[in-house]
């Protein structure tokens, strides 16, 4: 089992910047991959980024490259997702989520994801 917890998110005008933090516990040397989602009202959650744990290429969604940017610090057992130029349309609950089998890590599907945190509401006010 692996636990995630999600820190960081908040309220921010447009333009700022939030730091999110997801820190790992249980079963961390197994986890192959991390990403991170959000998810708006009424909408499906969606890719934002991900890693693999061990890896540096970073992937993102189109709708944050530039702007976002995901790292590890391994360590500590935490990824952090920092967030630039931020607008209301990043607005949603903000989950990280663990792949513990490197074969089914689909990097922007939710389904091949194994744990998840509980979300952290970022709310971006114009």
């Known amino acids: 089992q692996v636990q995630l917890v999600e820190s960081g998110g908040g309220l921010v005008q447009a333009g700022g910047s939030l730091r999110l933090s997801c820190a790992a516990s249980?079963?961390?040397?197994?986890?192959?991959?991390m990403g991170w989602f959000r998810q708006a009202p009424g909408k499906e959650r969606e890719f934002v980024a991900a890693?693999?744990?061990?890896?540096?290429?970073?992937y993102y969604a189109d709708s944050v490259k530039g702007r976002f940017t995901i790292s590890s610090d391994n360590a500590k057992n935490t990824v952090y997702l920092q967030m630039n130029s931020l607008k209301p349309e990043d607005t949603g609950v903000y989950y990280c989520?663990?792949?513990?089998?490197?074969?089914?890590?689909?990097?922007?599907?939710?389904?091949?994801?194994?744990?998840w945190g509980q979300g952290t509401q970022v709310t971006v006010s114009s």
């Open positions: 890693k693999r744990w061990n890896g540096v290429t970073p």
């Open positions: 989520a663990a792949n513990l089998y490197g074969s089914t890590w689909r990097r922007v599907e939710v389904r091949s994801y194994d744990y």
């Open positions: 249980g079963r961390t040397s197994s986890i192959y991959a």
